[in-house]
């Protein structure tokens, strides 16, 4: 089950205490449910890599659309000479 696994004590995290009473999925029907559902579609996310390689799953580079990496979501800040991600609302 997936649940049990889950850090809530991070600031990204957004489970919480509400979530505990609901019905669990075991992994391998979670990763075959995502599998299917982005088969033949175009991902987007940040840092989707991390998600994939948690799912154990791989998804073809030219239909993924990282705001982590793809250099037209990305700005970039001169005085620390730092690339970070543009907010999804600015593109």
């Given at each position: ?68 990496t793809y250099r037209d979501f ?18």
């Amino acid at each position: 089950h997936l649940y049990p696994n889950i850090t809530t004590t991070t600031t990204t995290s957004s489970v919480d205490d509400s979530m505990k009473d609901v019905e669990l999925m075991e992994f391998e029907d979670c990763r075959e449910r995502v599998k299917e559902l982005i088969k033949d579609k175009v991902l987007v996310g940040h840092s989707l890599h991390n998600d994939l390689k948690v799912l154990h799953l791989t998804h073809p580079v030219k239909n993924r659309r990282d705001t982590a990496t793809y250099r037209d979501f990305s700005s970039t800040k001169t005085a620390k000479k730092m690339v970070t991600p543009m907010k999804l609302k600015h593109l």
